[in-house]
């Protein structure tokens, strides 16, 4: 089963991503998803359980580097 993850992070400044929203984006990269990084959120998607993991880098970097708070949807792809 795919899987679509969404995701933003907060404090939220558009144009000017601090460095809590980089390091979730760095996180959510992994083997077997693909990252599309936009103005208002990221998506990744691909195999439930690559997406997962990358759910769990996500949140762990992101508050790790002073992110506030964290929204993410999940929706099946298929």
Request: net charge negative; hydrophobic share 45%; charged share 20%.
């Amino acid at each position: 089963m795919d899987l679509r993850l969404e995701f933003t992070i907060e404090p939220f400044v558009q144009g000017d991503p601090g460095p809590h929203v980089h390091a979730g984006l760095q996180a959510a990269a992994g083997e077997g998803v693909t990252v599309d990084f936009g103005p208002f959120g990221t998506t990744v998607a691909g195999p439930s359980d690559p997406v997962l993991d990358a759910a769990g880098r996500i949140l762990r970097a992101a508050i790790g580097a002073g992110a506030t708070r964290i929204s993410l949807q999940v929706a099946r792809a298929d």
